[in-house]
């Protein structure tokens, strides 16, 4: 539905946005992943309109949107800081888009406490914005951007200034919410915990570029760029050797750079159960453990070799301990 095309955007000899392209279906949820200064925002403002463009295009359904203005081109727009008017209560910030649009009072007052019932704030009406609680205010401003009904939402790192709780609280009720109003929507984030929990297709990005896109689960399992490994947090990337060598002895894959999945290991109660997978079992100390509700996360040091690897497990394992792993070659994927 909203194409995106070989956008470039540069600021002087700074090229922020290094020929992005990617596309966003009817009612897709696309999460754009990457640290600051990475140009999402940058990207997100073009798509809207708010920033001029060096090359490329951004179409929907066909229709290049250059020469509309941003009012006109059916993408409505929410940010970190929720930007609500002090002085106006919320129905009032609601009804706001509507109000301009020309739209008439009795609709615009229907249409309101609609969007608040739907973000779950029925009968917030005539409520002060200075009362409101920040997960209440992001909810009013969510509410804002989608009473005039766009065909696309851009969210720019949205729920960035929230706490944890009130941040994990948000993501699960979002993409509810989206889904409801049936519109498509492109989302800014760092945090990747957030992106996974929100994104139907994830756009991860670095140094202005689209380095890896997918659905997520197949990001996560393949990130296939090193650089993307370590953003999204793995940390078991080692150095393969021609016969598969590794600091702890061999593992049947290809030469190279590889990362083994956090998912990789299972603990053995005898070692000679990996005796006819020769080159999949280590010795290791377990040097940290977390319990993690379901699973227990471990951090382990391989007996030889001395290498620090992380791995989720099912079974309760203790500082200092001693154990046998199997690691599963079909979970190591190679990284350029």
């Not at 994104?199 to 997918?214: D, F, P, Q, Y």
């Not at 290809?254 to 299972?266: C, F, H, M, Q």
């Not at 053995?268 to 940290?288: H, W």
Request: net charge negative.
């Amino acid at each position: 539905m909203l194409s995106i095309e070989g956008l470039s955007v540069s600021f002087g000899d700074h090229l922020a946005v290094d020929d992005v392209s990617f596309d966003v279906a009817d009612n897709e949820i696309v999460v754009l992943l990457g640290p600051s200064g990475c140009g999402k925002s940058t990207l997100l403002r073009a798509i809207a309109g708010l920033q001029p463009l060096d090359s490329g295009r951004v179409s929907r359904d066909g229709e290049d949107l250059a020469p509309l203005a941003p009012d006109e081109r059916g993408i409505g727009m929410m940010f970190q800081d929720h930007a609500l008017f002090p002085h106006r209560d919320v129905g009032q910030n609601v009804e706001f888009g509507l109000r301009m649009a020309g739209v008439a009072s009795a609709v615009r007052s229907t249409r309101v406490a609609e969007m608040l019932e739907l973000v779950g704030l029925s009968g917030f009406e005539r409520r002060t914005v200075g009362t409101l609680s920040g997960g209440e205010a992001q909810r009013v401003a969510l509410a804002r951007a989608l009473a005039p009904e766009p065909r696309v939402l851009l969210l720019d790192e949205p729920l960035g200034s929230l706490d944890r709780e009130l941040r994990d609280r948000l993501v699960e009720d979002l993409p509810g919410v989206l889904r409801e109003v049936g519109i498509s929507a492109i989302h800014v984030t760092h945090d990747h915990d957030e992106a996974f929990a929100v994104a139907e297709k994830l756009v991860v990005m670095g140094e202005g570029r689209v380095v890896r896109s997918g659905l997520p689960t197949d990001v996560w399992s393949d990130p296939r760029h090193e650089a993307v490994a370590n953003f999204l947090g793995h940390r078991n990337i080692v150095e393969i050797g021609p016969r598969g060598e590794v600091p702890w002895g061999t593992l049947p894959s290809e030469p190279g750079r590889a990362v083994i999945l956090p998912d990789a290991a299972t603990v053995l109660a005898d070692p000679g159960d990996s005796a006819d997978r020769p080159g999949r079992g280590v010795e290791v100390r377990v040097v940290g453990s977390r319990f993690r509700g379901a699973s227990w996360e471990v951090d382990v040091d391989t007996e030889p070799g001395g290498a620090h690897l992380h791995f989720v497990v099912p079974t309760e394992l203790l500082i200092g301990q001693r154990v046998f792993l199997n690691i599963d070659p079909s979970r190591v994927r190679a990284v350029s």
